[in-house]
C-alpha cells in the first residue's frame, strides 16, 4: 500500500521577485528553478522545491482568513537557537512576529508580503519543559527567553 507524504506547498503571490527575495531572505530557502519570470521552485533542503509560487498580479485577491482553507504553513528548525536566530532575523527587518510556547514547540507566526500565515517551530517535547502531546494550551514565550538563546538579555 502507497504511504503518501506531503511535498510541496503551492502558494500564489502577487509579484514573484519580491516573494522570492522574502522566502530566501527569512526562510534560507534557495531557488531551485524558475520558470517565464511567473514561477519559482524554493528549497531548504535535498528535494527540488518544499514551496512554488506562481504570480498573479497586484490586483489579486487575498488570502481569506475567516474561511476554510489553509490556516499557515510551517516551517521547522532544527533547535531553540536556530528558533532564536530566525526570531533575530524576521525582527530585525521589521516583520511582525507572534511567538508562543506550544509545550510540545515553540512556534511563531508571521505572515508572507500577501498574507499567507506561515509558521518556524521548533520541537521541544524532549526539552525538561516539553510536553509529549499538544493539550490545547500555550504558555508565553517572551522576546527574552528567545533571546536569551543566543546568549543575549533583553530589556
Known amino acids: 500500500m502507497y504511504q503518501p507524504r506531503l511535498g510541496h506547498a503551492h502558494l ?25 519570470e511567473r514561477s519559482a521552485f524554493l528549497t531548504g533542503g535535498g528535494l527540488h522545491h518544499e514551496l512554488a509560487l506562481t504570480a498573479k498580479g497586484m490586483n489579486a485577491t487575498p ?3 475567516d474561511g476554510v482553507g489553509l490556516f499557515h504553513l510551517a516551517f521547522d528548525v532544527p533547535d531553540k ?3 532564536a536566530e530566525a526570531y533575530q532575523k524576521l525582527i530585525e527587518g ?3 512576529v507572534s511567538p508562543v510556547d506550544h509545550q510540545i514547540g515553540w512556534g511563531m507566526y508571521f505572515r508572507d508580503p500577501d498574507g499567507n500565515m ?34 543575549i538579555k533583553e530589556g
Open 12 to 36: 500564489f503571490v502577487r509579484e514573484l521577485q519580491r516573494s522570492v527575495a522574502f522566502y530566501t531572505t527569512y526562510l534560507n530557502l534557495r531557488v531551485t528553478e524558475t520558470v517565464a
Open 63 to 65: 488570502p481569506q482568513s
Open 81 to 83: 537557537r536556530s528558533f
Open 94 to 96: 521589521n516583520v511582525q
Open 118 to 151: 506561515l509558521e518556524i517551530y521548533c520541537d521541544t517535547r524532549q526539552e525538561s519543559d516539553g510536553a509529549p502531546q499538544w493539550r490545547g494550551e500555550n504558555r508565553t514565550l517572551t522576546p527574552s527567553r528567545i533571546m536569551a538563546e543566543l546568549g
